[in-house]
């Protein structure tokens, strides 16, 4: 996959600008050490309340 077609899913503020710098998704989750706020200002592209919840937007791809 090239970075564009990828998504990474953290829930630090350092995440946020390394996938930013990667070309990557970012997809911030927040969490007890940063808020849905502090992981966009960092960079992230999207925000969610957990991973499950992010996974559950996703569409599903259909079977080739």
Same mark, same amino acid.
Do not use: K, L, N
């Given at each position: !996959?090239?970075?564009? /077609? #990828?998504?990474?899913?953290? @829930? %630090? %503020? !350092? @995440?946020?600008?390394?996938?930013?710098?990667?070309? +990557? =998704?970012? +997809?911030?989750? #927040?969490? *007890?050490? *940063? @808020? &849905?706020?502090q992981l966009a200002a960092a960079?992230? @592209? /999207? %925000? &969610?309340?957990? *991973?499950? #919840? =992010?996974? !559950?937007?996703?569409?599903?791809? &259909?079977?080739?």
């Open positions: !996959a090239q970075p564009a /077609e #990828a998504a990474y899913c953290s @829930d %630090t %503020t !350092a @995440d946020m600008q390394m996938a930013r710098a990667a070309g +990557v =998704w970012a +997809v911030g989750i #927040a969490s *007890f050490a *940063f @808020d &849905a706020a960079g992230a @592209d /999207e %925000t &969610a309340v957990s *991973f499950a #919840a =992010w996974a !559950a937007r996703q569409p599903v791809p &259909a079977a080739p």
